[in-house]
């Protein structure tokens, strides 16, 4: 700012002049109190303070002028360039010296101090400009990844959703515009049921993934026979598993467990339903609980295709669905599965097993109960 | 049924009301129905209902203070009707008199199902000392029971909730109300004996104990007695 003040050559040489004849001003009237040498001093002093912020030229212009006006007005005798003693003739010199040095020094002193400055804020100028750069293509990236990740969802459930519904009103519709044979009225009715289902099972999905999100998931434990869980997940899928030789395995002494049973059907349900569309017809599909060490252990076997090694550790994420996989499905079922198991303190994990097919572990703390009751 | 049956159907979605409407006319039910809380008790007071659809979501009261309301005076089956994940409407809800409950969506069969059962049971005078069910014969004056004509030993508990449970048979009995019945209030928290007991008897009385056909779960409800 200072430096745009003094820009024009002209305000600067005006500011020294003014600033030489205020200071010999002051000076007039001290040297009443003082000796001409201390003036040459405060002369010399205001000098240096001019080549802290002033052009190399002013600089110049008051260091002459106050060695003119010293000699002139203070130097004995008094008004009159003449000096009479050989050692104010020295001191003079030496004054105007010392000012013009001072004023080179100062200024060039000056001028680094500004290229340095400059440099260092064209430095972060160019920083910030890489910052920004660099951020923006950062965002840039976010914003294309989770434009992928939005497209990738809405395109699952926009399809998801449309199937079932297009079943529903074309089956509805072509019951209603035209007269059909039995069976193939009956197909059709069974078609809109078997969409209703569907839609009902991606809107408990979808609803079960936004309680997870929003953190609403507590589970509230208590005392349930696996059996029953079992049961009640084969009962709701029989249809599906009808096509397949579904083996459960439980001991006979399995005692109750202390678990959240609409959670954990839901958690089984998943599982089940993912093997039953992947597993070919007629093959077997496992199911076995087992209770140790404090643990309630599930295990789901099928004779799948199995998961690709590499996209193994994928799999439980939202969304996320191996290559190739046959189309249905939104990439929602086993990362619920894994939330809701998760909330219970547990853990899910998945392998392929070395004859082929998948198994999925599920191991959850829960409280169990021994102690034989009587009447 | 020789007579036709009035039903009242209390739910505000005007679909819902068509579709229950064309279902449980064919099904011979005579169907009355209300919009809101206020005409459902006004219609009920007024025409002869044999039993009544009551949806918990309804625009002008709670669900739960209407069925209240309604067991002030009205005797006869009361069924929820209520969407999924509602698992503590329910509860309370078969603990303040319902008969049963349907969540929906539902299946129009079960609906018609549950309904002739809960009419059964309302007009059974519940006073024949012998229970039937199947292969299944619960003699409620001498404590016996046969299985296919064989008796089977069953201890004084697994005895009582077994025939508390064959008297509601087709009902949903909550683990309050059982162990209430069976334990008595100190127990209201124990269902861990329910658990432990229903094990057993499924043993004992259960063709295949794994898959129960008889003593039928309803998840984080109750128990139901299956014809």
């Not at chain 2, 698992?87 to 603990?95: G, Q, R, S």
């Amino acid at each position: 700012m200072k430096r745009n003040i003094f820009k024009s050559g002209i305000s600067q040489y005006a500011l020294a002049v003014a600033a030489v004849a205020a200071t010999s001003a002051i000076c007039y009237v001290l040297a009443r109190y003082l000796g001409y040498q201390s003036i040459s001093l405060i002369l010399l002093f205001m000098v240096s303070i001019l080549a802290t912020f002033l052009g190399i030229g002013p600089v110049l212009l008051a260091a002459s002028l106050s060695a003119f006006i010293w000699d002139v007005f203070f130097i004995p005798p008094r008004y009159t360039i003449h000096i009479e003693r050989t050692e104010d003739i020295l001191m003079l010199g030496m004054f105007f010296i010392i000012a013009l040095i001072n004023g080179v020094l100062t200024t060039r002193i000056r001028k680094q101090e500004r290229l340095a400055r400059d440099r260092e804020e064209r430095t972060n100028a160019l920083y910030q400009l890489n910052r920004n750069l660099s951020a923006a293509a950062n965002k840039a990236q976010f914003l294309e990844e989770s434009d992928k990740l939005y497209k990738t969802l809405f395109n699952s459930i926009s399809h998801e959703l449309r199937i079932p519904v297009a079943t529903i009103m074309g089956a509805s519709d072509s019951l209603l515009s035209s007269v059909h044979p039995e069976a193939i009225r009956v197909e059709l009715l069974t078609e809109i049921l078997k969409a209703s289902e569907r839609l009902n099972r991606l809107i408990e999905n979808l609803l079960n993934m936004s309680r997870l999100e929003g953190g609403r998931i507590k589970p509230r434990p208590d005392w349930h026979d696996v059996h029953d869980l079992v049961n009640e997940v084969c009962e709701n899928l029989k249809e599906e598993l009808s096509r397949f030789r579904v083996q459960v395995n439980i001991p006979e002494d399995m005692p109750p467990v202390k678990i959240d049973f609409g959670l954990m059907e839901q958690v089984l349900y998943n599982l089940v339903h993912n093997a039953s569309q992947y597993a070919p017809p007629s093959t077997e599909i496992g199911i076995s609980a087992f209770y140790s060490d404090g643990l309630l252990n599930l295990q789901i076997t099928d004779r799948g295709p199995g998961f690709p090694e590499n996209e193994i550790s994928l799999i439980f994420n939202k969304f996320y669905r191996v290559g190739g996989s046959k189309p249905g499905g939104t990439g929602l079922g086993l990362s619920i599965a894994k939330g809701f198991v998760e909330a219970h303190k547990g853990m899910i994990t998945v392998e392929n097993r070395s004859d082929g097919g998948a198994m999925f572990r599920i191991s959850i703390p829960a409280e169990t109960f021994r102690e034989d009751i009587n009447q | 049924m020789n007579q036709a049956e009035n039903v009242l159907i209390i739910d505000d979605e005007v679909q819902i009301r068509r579709l229950l409407e064309i279902t449980l006319t064919a099904n011979g039910f005579n169907t009355f129905f209300a919009a809101s809380g206020k005409e459902g008790l006004v219609s009920a007071a007024t025409h002869n209902i044999s039993i009544i659809l009551l949806d918990l979501g309804l625009p002008d009261i709670d669900g739960l203070d209407l069925l209240s309301k309604f067991r002030e005076w009205y005797t006869k089956p009361i069924i929820i009707l209520t969407v999924r994940d509602a698992e503590e409407d329910i509860i309370k809800a078969l603990d303040s008199g319902a008969n049963d409950y349907l969540t929906k969506p539902f299946r129009s069969g079960e609906l018609v199902a549950r309904m002739r059962a809960a009419l059964r049971l309302s007009k059974e005078k519940g006073d024949n000392p012998v229970l039937e069910s199947g292969s299944l014969t619960i003699d409620t004056v001498s404590h016996i029971v046969r299985k296919n004509g064989v008796i089977i030993k069953l201890t004084t508990t697994e005895f009582s909730l077994l025939a508390l449970l064959a008297r509601n048979k087709g009902r949903v009995l909550t683990h309050q109300q059982i162990l209430k019945e069976i334990w008595g209030f100190g127990y209201l928290e124990q269902t861990q004996y329910l658990r432990v007991f229903i094990a057993q008897l499924r043993k004992k009385i259960e063709d295949d104990p794994s898959i129960p056909t008889l003593l039928i779960t309803e998840s984080g409800i109750g128990y139901r007695f299956g014809a």
